[in-house]
Nanobody, 120 residues
């Protein structure tokens, strides 16, 4: 069994910063791609940022230049540094990971979500 636990959400003023963390734990052979999604009320879940095991990154146009995804493979942890936050960044942020639980078995896991609210 693998669990993803997010932390770091909260309330921040426009222009402020937050750093989200997502730690994978459990029966892990290797963590491959890790992603951050977000879902605002009444909207579909959207992909925000992706990072491969080798550190290659991809961002949604809406967050390019403001958000940075990174990871620490030794800790099976991904981070999302969010700067210059805007009210439209308000959403529940979810971590997603593609995990090898053995050399031959790969599963997809989600965290429970962490609320980010950008408001004055």
């Amino acid at each position: 069994q693998v669990q993803l636990v997010e932390s770091g959400g909260g309330l921040v003023q426009p222009g402020g910063s937050l750093r989200l963390s997502c730690r994978a734990s459990g029966s892990i052979f290797r963590v491959n791609v890790m992603r951050w999604f977000r879902q605002a009320p009444g909207k579909q879940r959207e992909l925000v940022a992706t990072i491969s095991a080798a550190g290659f990154t991809v961002y949604a146009d809406s967050v390019k230049g403001r958000f940075t995804i990174s990871r620490d493979n030794a800790k099976n942890t991904a981070y999302l540094q969010m700067n210059s936050l805007k009210p439209e960044d308000t959403a529940v942020y979810y971590c997603n990971a593609d995990v090898l639980v053995s050399a031959l078995i790969r599963n997809d896991y989600w965290g429970q979500g962490t609320q980010v609210t950008v408001s004055s």
